[in-house]
């Protein structure tokens, strides 16, 4: 429960929720969320929680039980999760925030460093208010010392550039905590997080407590609870509200089946399904108290409204919160605190979909990886084998790189689609009353007829609906409309997001061309839950025995 409680309350609350709260204007951005919480997040969740008690199983060989042909969905979760992995970099920017935040004088509170240009403004209440308001190109202290001195960002994605060493031992540091947290599997990750899950809601509620008590926070709260009805109008709030449900649930990853595969049979997962997402939705909810609350704070120091505070982006919280808690009274001790709690939040997502992606690889090779030794080697293999990789990702134009995985990668077509293959595959193939029967055998509740209403038909065609919208709607990623990329980058992130659809297609392409018998046949040999082939199984051998009983007693 910690372990799912911990992978839940992670980045999609504290870092991506309140960044797509403020690129939806606030409240209007709550309305849609709140609402699609309860017909897609709910739903989803008991859905794939159930299959993974229900198979024991990881998120690919789940499906060899339920409907063999759907085993692409399975793969396609796999490559997903590697796209996941790329989250670390989040973990390390605020590892390497957080070293900095033990100096005497923070660094992104002056302009008096060396990577500060002459339009730098201090984050003093006197300099910003009049020095962004006369100066047209200005910009703030905080915003040099992410752009120039943390990432050195170059001029974009074909100008990669050197590694950052002080990053690159973060991105190591990062890596080597995740693999001794997960290298002995849930004996290991299970003790880690009675730390890492508790310990950051306490630091989130003391931030809130001290966002509350700051001049001009109820502007910020304002902002983010009050909706502007025109938004609601504007399809792509309702589009980003559903990617933000399946992100921060995540759903349609393979991870809850995954780690539901480690509960006993009669675990009541429809219990825990209802605790475990209003933990999840609760603390995004809170932790947008803590955001706008020092973004307001940050608007009646600067004189300026709420949405005009901050430019929107990922790097919201690297430079929103640094710089208001630079005019705070003890500066050091919230940014610690913020800081470190980012980090836990983090570590908890990112060890979680690595041992999901673990686990899963185990499923597959049983005979290789279930031996003495060999989950150890394993994990060793995949972290060092991502860190590798993620030095890419810590070079001057390593966040060009992460930005197009976030946007291609890990895109909203990849969550609908899935949504879409999954439960056509399990409401509609393998049966939702059947699956109602399963989940009241496990839990001794049989879930309402509002499951099998969103499963069979709310949540495909809502997932219909946004993959079509998201297709005919869709706009080349830029940032902040002051860079674009080039056409190359373009065709590499759909290679991206098409390397993970592609392989619920291809997969049950591959196996009806394997499979023998007629068409009818393979189709009805490949949809058939492998507990119904077995059964058929052996009535034809009993079928068979029988026949040569009888046929002996004739001859007799």
């Known amino acids: 429960m910690l372990v799912v409680a911990g992978n839940l309350v992670g980045l999609g609350n504290v870092w991506k929720f309140p960044y797509l709260c403020y690129k939806n204007g606030g409240g209007a951005f709550l309305v849609p969320y709140g609402l699609l919480s309860v017909v897609l997040g709910v739903p989803m969740f008991l859905l794939e929680s159930s299959v993974g008690q229900y198979t024991q199983e990881g998120s690919v060989t789940c499906w060899r039980k339920l409907c063999p042909l759907a085993q692409g969905i399975g793969y396609g979760q796999l490559v997903t999760k590697m796209y996941n992995f790329s989250y670390i970099l989040i973990q390390v920017w605020a590892l390497f925030y957080l070293v900095f935040s033990f100096r005497a004088q923070l660094p992104w509170a002056t302009c008096e460093n060396t990577w500060n240009t002459a339009n730098c403004v201090e984050s003093s209440s006197s300099n910003l208010t009049v020095n962004l308001t006369v100066l047209k190109n200005a910009t703030s202290a905080a915003t040099e010392f992410w752009e120039q001195r943390a990432l050195g960002i170059s001029g974009g994605i074909d100008e990669l550039g050197s590694v950052r060493w002080e990053l690159a031992l973060c991105l190591l540091a990062c890596w080597v905590f995740c693999y001794f947290s997960i290298w002995k599997g849930v004996r290991s990750s299970g003790k880690v997080v009675y730390f890492t899950a508790t310990f950051p809601c306490v630091m989130l509620l003391i931030l809130l407590v001290r966002g509350a008590t700051l001049p001009g926070a109820w502007e910020g709260i304002y902002y983010y609870l009050y909706p502007d009805l025109n938004r609601l109008s504007n399809l792509e709030v309702w589009l980003e509200a559903g990617y933000q449900i399946c992100f921060s ?31 999840n939705s609760g603390t995004s909810f809170v932790a947008g108290f803590v955001v706008f609350s020092v973004l307001g704070f940050m608007a009646q120091k600067q004189g300026v409204p709420v949405e005009s505070v901050v430019e929107s982006g990922p790097g919201l919280a690297f430079i929103a919160y640094p710089q208001a808690t630079a005019m705070m009274p003890f500066p050091q001790f919230w940014t610690v605190c913020f800081f470190l709690m980012l980090i836990l939040l983090s570590v908890d997502t990112h060890f979680v979909s690595v041992e999901g992606f673990t686990t899963t690889i185990s499923d597959l090779f049983p005979k290789l990886f279930r031996k003495p030794g060999r989950h150890e080697l394993l994990v060793l293999f995949v972290c060092s084998s991502f860190f590798l990789v993620h ?54 509740q049989r879930p309402s007829v509002f499951f099998k209403l969103c499963w069979k038909y709310i949540i495909p065609l809502l997932s219909l609906i946004s993959l079509i919208v998201y297709l005919v709607d869709y706009k080349h990623l830029s940032i902040n409309d002051w860079y674009t990329y080039p056409d190359w980058a ?6 991206m997001t098409l390397s993970s ?3 619920v ?52």
Do not use: H
């Not at 373009?490 to 290679?495: D, K, N, P, V």
């Not at 023998?516 to 949809?527: E, K, M, P, T």
């Not at 077995?534 to 046929?551: K, N, P, S």
């Open 249 to 279: 649930y995540s759903l349609t990853s393979g991870t809850l089946s995954v780690l539901s595969s480690y509960n006993k049979y009669n675990n009541n997962c429809y219990k825990d399904c209802f605790w475990l997402c209003l933990l």
């Open 391 to 444: 030095l890419l990702l810590v070079t001057e134009g390593g966040v060009y790189i992460f930005l197009l995985i976030d946007y291609y990668g890990i895109t909203r077509a990849c969550y609908y689609f899935m949504a879409l293959s999954e439960c056509l595959t399990l409401a509609w193939i393998f049966g939702a009353d059947r699956l109602i029967n399963i989940i009241e055998d496990m839990t001794g």
């Open 490 to 495: 373009y065709a590499l992130g759909w290679a």
């Open 501 to 503: 659809v592609l392989m």
């Open 505 to 556: 297609p291809l997969w049950a392409a591959g196996q009806m061309c394997v499979t023998a018998g007629i068409f009818r046949q393979r189709l009805s040999v490949l949809c058939r839950p492998a507990e119904d082939l077995d059964q058929q199984e052996r009535d034809l051998e009993d079928e068979g025995t029988t026949v040569e009983l009888r046929t002996s007693a004739a001859t007799s």
